[in-house]
């Protein structure tokens, strides 16, 4: 079992930058699992943001947040990140990090993802 918890959420300004943090606990490490950021915006489906592999030898974006956002993770601190530059009001959404054991699976619908977080909040101001 694996519990993700994440913080950095808040209030930015378009064009600001926020850092996304991913804290996983439990009996297994996340060096297992392949991590990812999803979103939902008010009104609209999740959505799939960005995704990292197992060793964090490669990384994947939706194309709405290419060159501007970008995932981390370090597994000696059970941690993912979520880099976020050049900010605008359409990235507001709660963002929810997610665990799975193929990252080829949590990038493609239906996205099939093992753990979920409860999300953390992030709104961008015009």
């Known amino acids: 079992q694996v519990q993700l918890v994440e913080s950095g959420g808040g209030l930015v300004q378009a064009g600001g930058s926020l850092r996304l943090s991913c804290a996983a606990s439990g009996r297994t490490f996340i060096s297992r699992y392949g991590m990812a950021w999803f979103r939902q915006a008010p009104g609209k489906e999740r959505e799939f943001v960005a995704a990292?592999?197992?060793?964090?030898?490669?990384?994947y974006s939706t194309d709405s947040v290419k060159g501007r956002f970008t995932i981390s993770r370090d597994n000696t601190k059970n941690t993912v990140y979520l880099q976020m530059n050049r900010t605008t009001p359409e990235d507001t959404a709660v963002y929810y990090c997610?665990?799975?054991?193929?990252?080829?699976?949590?990038?493609?619908?239906?996205?099939?993802?093992?753990?979920w977080g409860k999300g953390t909040l992030v709104t961008v101001s015009s």
């Open positions: 997610a665990a799975g054991s193929s990252v080829a699976r949590m990038i493609r619908p239906p996205h099939g993802v093992d753990y």
């Open positions: 990292i592999t197992m060793s964090g030898g490669s990384t």
